[in-house]
């Protein structure tokens, strides 16, 4: 691999740890501030909602410019997110604070994934995607820890009890310390940036107009959605990460209600979960083809199925391998759809427009599941008929999705059988 390839690895792991630390500690900030329990969901919701917005003109964005100052500029955004967190006095200000870290984040993410198509040849694309993955999930792990460990009441009491010779830092709070903190390492995201090396690619787009990429983007969005195979690999992708997003802010709630956890610790049982979808991403990458993806669907099935079992988990020594299990086979079903998504969107009309309409879809159905949560929670509906009613929706939507697969593959044989009838 080239030297600038580490130094891209290295940005995206301290920024995407930034970004899984800060969505913990910004909770811890909202319970400060005493903001109602169905706010808490609507972190993630503002988080992504730029995802959704600029879908059609972040991949122009990205390809604007070299890709090096493209995430150089969205860390920036990110630490102007945090400086406005840190001054967050109501509620409703630390939502909009964090809404800019998601501006940022949605910035970054087309070329994070652009850059390795530049910088490295056809033949290295999928060792480099593996590193990528693989570092996002240790990212992902690591970073919710750090979130659990900063709010905790040991560190949080050595981060306020540090302080500078005849200077008033005005870090008064758990938050204020821990976003202090993270802001440190979006900044050092943004130093490795700054050395990521220039490709020599020409940056100058080839059409600016915004109405004529929104309808390439709505033009690709179709052509995706009535492919046989695409449409049942963006169904099941979208699914995921929608329930994967509300996932993470039900396992808070059900461990505050079935182990008595406060959210430091409660933070680190999503890590659990992180750390079960790794593995399953690990054996469905090394025995499952891409021949053979689509029939790891009724594994979605059996998640929802397992996710209800979270309402008998009352101990350590149970919850613990049952989060594994549910992050399991959510890894496992996620990481063939996500290949054979991959691999169609490829086909149909390039990666870069791919990533786009799946970046889309993926973050409308995240909007959607967590509006949802955030209403029952308003509602005050108790955490186990959230976890049962969340349960039974991922079952049969992933049924659904496996009849609706079995019905496109039934007509597809008939369609076959008229041919070589003819054919005769």
């Known amino acids: 691999m080239k030297r600038g390839f580490y130094t891209i690895m290295a940005a995206q792991f ?23 329990a ?28 070299a890709k090096g100052r493209v995430m150089f500029i969205s ?36 070329a994070k994934y652009g850059i390795l198509t530049e910088l ?24 919710t820890v750090l979130g659990g ?23 008064d709070t758990v938050p204020e310390a821990s976003i202090l903190l993270i802001a440190i390492f979006y900044t050092a995201a943004a130093i490795f940036n700054l050395y990521i090396p220039n490709t020599g690619v020409d940056h100058r787009i080839l059409r600016k107009n915004p109405m004529f990429l929104v309808h390439e983007f709505s033009h690709c969005m179709r052509l995706l959605w009535a492919d046989k195979l695409g449409q049942i690999s963006l169904a099941v992708t979208t699914l995921f990460w929608g329930a994967g997003a509300t996932l993470q802010f039900i396992v808070l709630k059900w461990a505050d209600a079935a182990l008595g956890y406060p959210l430091s610790k409660a933070a680190q049982l999503q890590g659990v979960v992180a750390v ?61 759809m996500n290949a054979l998504l991959q691999h169609r969107g490829h086909i149909l009309m390039g990666a870069g427009h791919s990533i786009a309409v799946q970046n889309f879809n993926e973050n409308l159905s995240i909007l959607t599941m967590l509006g949802l949560y955030a ?12 976890i ?35 054919g005769h």
């Open 14 to 36: 301290f920024s995407s740890l930034a970004d899984n630390a800060l969505l913990v500690v910004a909770i811890a900030l909202l319970v400060e501030l005493h903001a109602p």
């Open 120 to 143: 490295l040849p056809p033949e290295k694309l999928v060792i480099a995607n593996g590193w990528i993955e693989g570092l996002t999930v240790a990212s992902i792990i690591l970073g």
């Open 38 to 65: 169905y706010l808490t969901p609507m972190l993630k919701f503002v988080f992504v909602l730029f995802y959704v917005i600029l879908a059609p003109f972040v991949g122009a964005f990205a390809d604007s410019m």
């Open 149 to 171: 460990l900063l709010i905790s009441p040991a560190i949080s009491a050595a981060l306020l009890s540090f302080d500078f010779p005849l200077i008033n830092t005005g870090v």
């Open 276 to 336: 079960g979808i790794a593995l399953g991403a690990v054996t469905a990458a090394r025995i499952v083809s891409l021949r053979q993806s689509v029939k790891v669907i009724p594994l979605g099935i059996a998640m929802g199925i397992v996710v209800m079992a979270m309402i008998f988990a009352r101990e350590l020594w149970i919850a613990i391998p049952l989060l594994m299990l549910i992050g399991g086979l959510a890894g496992f079903f996620v990481v063939p």
């Open 375 to 386: 209403l029952l929670v308003s509602f005050d509906v108790h955490v186990y008929t959230v």
């Open 388 to 422: 049962i009613l969340f349960g039974l929706f991922v079952a049969v939507i992933m049924a659904v999705i496996r009849q609706w697969h079995l019905h496109n593959q039934s007509i597809e044989d008939s369609l076959h059988l008229i041919g070589a009838h003819k």
């Open 75 to 110: 860390n920036a955004i990110k630490i102007l997110g945090c400086s406005l967190l840190f001054l967050a006095t109501h509620q409703y200000f630390a939502l909009a604070a964090y809404a800019v870290v998601g501006l940022g984040a949605a910035a970054y993410s087309p």
